[in-house]
């Protein structure tokens, strides 16, 4: 089980690792198409796609118990990708003002962005007794742990590929 479940995280990885290699050469190059909103949006729902596989494929459920969970997960997730709305429109706003960015500017994105980890926090809080009540406590446990580690690692993804405010003064 252990073994599976690593080959399946580095599976993960390598599919969310691909993506910003794409996107550097695409910037590398001038001749490449610019990333769309279309391809940024058919992106997130393939990387929610994999998500979901993966906790499949990791989540051990009985057939009664996948019928109760997989709606439930389905409207967390649709909750999560709200925030991931707010979040992508955070990265655009720092992109379009990179460089040139003010102190009120920097704070205000500083601000809404631990709002949102605040937001994330407390939506993983408001599920934790509603999966409680369609999965047992060490299935319910085994779900959040892994969202939580799938989560982690795009984030880390994300955040490796947005370059540090620069200092304007």
């Known amino acids: 089980m252990r073994s599976k479940m690593m080959g399946i995280l580095v599976l993960g990885c390598m599919c969310f690792l691909a993506v910003p290699a794409t996107h550097a050469q695409a910037a590398a190059s001038k001749d490449t198409q ?3 909103e279309q391809d940024v949006k058919l992106l997130r729902q393939d990387i929610r796609s994999q998500k979901k596989q993966l906790i499949a ?3 051990t459920l009985t057939d009664a118990e ?3 969970f997989w709606p439930v997960y389905d409207q967390f997730s649709a909750e999560m990708t709200a925030l991931g709305d707010q979040k992508y429109a955070l990265i655009k706003e720092y992109a379009q003002n990179f460089g040139t960015l003010t102190d009120a ?3 205000s994105l500083i601000n809404r962005s ?3 980890d605040e937001a994330v926090a407390q939506l993983r809080i408001k599920y ?3 999966v409680g009540k369609v999965l047992p ?3 319910t446990a085994t779900f959040f742990q892994m969202e939580r580690r799938i989560t982690t690692l795009i984030d880390l993804q994300v955040a490796s590929q947005i370059p540090l ?3 304007q003064h």
């Open 34 to 36: 610019v990333v769309t």
């Open 165 to 167: 405010v620069q200092d």
């Open 66 to 68: 996948a019928t109760k």
């Open 114 to 116: 631990l709002a949102l």
């Open 137 to 139: 406590g060490t299935k």
């Open 105 to 107: 500017q920097a704070q």
């Open 128 to 130: 934790v007794p509603i």
């Open 57 to 59: 494929a990791n989540l």
